[in-house]
C-alpha cells in the first residue's frame, strides 16, 4: 500500500490543522492506520493511530491526549488526524503509516507515507 500525507502548513499556537492521509489500497479496512512525527534532532515518535477492527479502538501519546483526534473513513481510503490547541512542540515533519490487520499501535507498521511539514509559531 502506498500512502500520502497532506494538509501540513503553519499555523500560530492555538490553531488548528488537519491533516490527511490517502491509501492506494482497495482493502484499507484491513490496515490499522497510524500517525507518527519527528521533530528536528528527535526520533520519530507515536501520535495516535486507529484500529482496523469494527471498533474503530483509537490510542493517542500523552503529549496530544485530549488536543488530536484520529479518524477514518474506510470509503475514501483515508484517515485523518484532527489537531487543535497546537503548541510550538507539536512542530515536527508528520507521518501517516500502515500496518495489515496490525493489533500494535505503536509500532511494527511496514508502510510509511512521505510526510507532511506542520511548523506552530508561539
Known amino acids: 500500500v502506498q500512502l500520502q500525507a497532506s494538509g501540513g502548513g503553519l499555523v500560530q499556537a492555538g490553531g488548528s490543522l488537519r491533516l490527511s492521509c490517502a491509501a492506494s489500497?482497495?482493502?484499507?479496512?484491513?490496515?490499522?492506520m497510524g500517525w507518527f512525527r519527528q521533530a528536528p534532532g528527535k526520533e520519530r515518535e507515536f501520535v495516535a493511530a486507529?484500529?482496523?477492527?469494527?471498533?474503530?479502538?483509537?490510542s493517542y501519546a500523552d503529549s496530544v491526549k485530549g488536543r488530536f483526534t484520529i479518524s477514518r473513513d474506510n470509503a475514501k481510503n483515508m484517515a485523518y488526524l484532527q489537531m487543535t490547541s497546537l503548541k510550538p512542540e507539536d512542530t515536527a515533519v508528520y507521518y501517516c503509516?500502515?500496518?495489515?490487520?496490525?493489533?500494535?499501535?505503536?509500532?511494527?507498521?511496514?508502510?510509511w507515507g512521505q510526510g507532511t511539514q506542520v511548523t506552530v509559531s508561539s
Open positions: 486507529i484500529s482496523w477492527r469494527s471498533s474503530g479502538k483509537t
Open positions: 503509516a500502515a500496518a495489515l490487520y496490525s493489533d500494535y499501535e505503536k509500532s511494527r507498521y511496514p508502510h
Open positions: 489500497t482497495r482493502t484499507f479496512n484491513t490496515y490499522t
